[in-house]
């Protein structure tokens, strides 16, 4: 469990440079359609460099170990990927057309955690306990008073929120699928995921003025949130539920917040850290952080 949850922090702390490195880029005259789609081909190459002294059979051993069918597979991989990348990615841009980012990002988020948690106990049998509900709204309450910036029309809450809930539901189907967590199911979900993010590429096409900066900054994002934090994200998974995955990766404002500190010397506010309070509070209600085992006597 302890595995689980580091790997989900892990994630959410990476998932927080995505902001820092995006703004370079977008002050380069990057779309975000580029941005998406050149990470995640980069990452995609880089982990396909990494693995190439393996066969593609062992590398689907590996992410499914008693698989029948390859197509089967890949079309359970392709379907992780158009929920965890596609659809994440164009309901999140089509959002920002109607409200202010950070409003769009605390709904995605939400509805990530509460599509995981319903839809862990519909499609994956798990118990909905007290301390979950709890501890999912507890969180949910840091990201909205970190986050929330006055109001938001209804259309981009509701693109938020179909974003967040194609995420949360990829999460979840990756445990019903049975796919392993591990650096062959990354490659994969890369591959499917720049192919889907390809036809928004293509259709938003614009002249990129390629210098060390831009390289570096894609670098950055293709190897640190991109193929790192899938990673991350599809070994915690392994070990705790969706739920807990999504809810404990509500921890990312957290991070995001710390590196704006850090590299961007913007000074967090007393209600950030109220914020930050909440979401510790709902990480350890839905991990169940508060029981201690008792010592079993030899």
């Known amino acids: 469990m302890f595995k689980g949850i580091l790997l989900a922090l892990l994630a959410a702390a990476l998932n927080g440079t995505i902001g820092i490195f995006s703004k370079v880029l977008i002050e380069h005259g990057m779309t975000i359609e580029a941005i998406a789609f050149i990470k995640t081909l980069w990452a995609f190459i880089l982990i396909s460099l990494l693995l190439g002294r393996q066969t593609q059979r062992t590398q689907l051993q590996d992410i499914q170990t008693a ?13 992780c ?16 057309q109607y409200g202010q980012a950070a409003n769009v990002v605390v709904v ?16 994956l049998a798990e118990k909905i306990t007290l301390s979950a509900i709890i501890g999912t709204l507890v969180a949910i309450t840091g990201i909205f008073i970190i986050s929330w910036a006055g109001s938001s029309s209804w ?12 995420y949360g539901i990829f999460s979840v189907l990756v445990k019903r699928f049975d796919l392993k967590g591990g650096l062959p199911l990354t490659k994969m979900l890369m591959l499917f995921g720049a192919l889907f993010l390809f036809i928004p590429f293509v259709q938003n096409l614009q002249p990129i003025e390629w210098n060390i900066s831009v390289v570096l900054n894609l670098l950055a ?4 949130p991109t193929l790192l934090g899938f990673y991350c994200i599809t070994k915690a ?36 850290f109220l914020g930050a309070v909440c979401i510790i509070i709902g990480i350890i209600l839905i991990n ?11």
């Not at 698989?67 to 379907?79: C, D, E, R």
């Not at 929920?83 to 920002?96: D, K, M, N, R, S």
């Open 81 to 96: 990927a158009f929920l965890g990348i596609f659809v994440l990615f164009f309901f999140e841009t089509t959002a920002y």
């Open 67 to 79: 698989f029948t069918s390859v197509t089967t597979l890949l079309l359970q991989i392709a379907f």
């Open 155 to 166: 259309q981009a809450v509701f693109y938020a929120a179909l974003a967040g809930s194609g």
């Open 237 to 272: 998974l392994a070990c705790i539920s969706a739920a807990n995955v999504q809810v404990t990766g509500l921890s990312e404002p957290i991070f995001s917040m710390l590196l704006a500190w850090i590299f961007l010397n913007e000074v967090p506010t007393s209600q950030f």
């Open 221 to 224: 994002l293709a190897i640190l």
């Open 288 to 298: 169940q952080l508060y029981r201690v085992s008792p010592k079993t006597e030899g």
């Open 108 to 123: 995605l988020m939400a509805a990530a955690a509460v599509s995981a948690l319903i839809g862990g106990w519909l499609l």
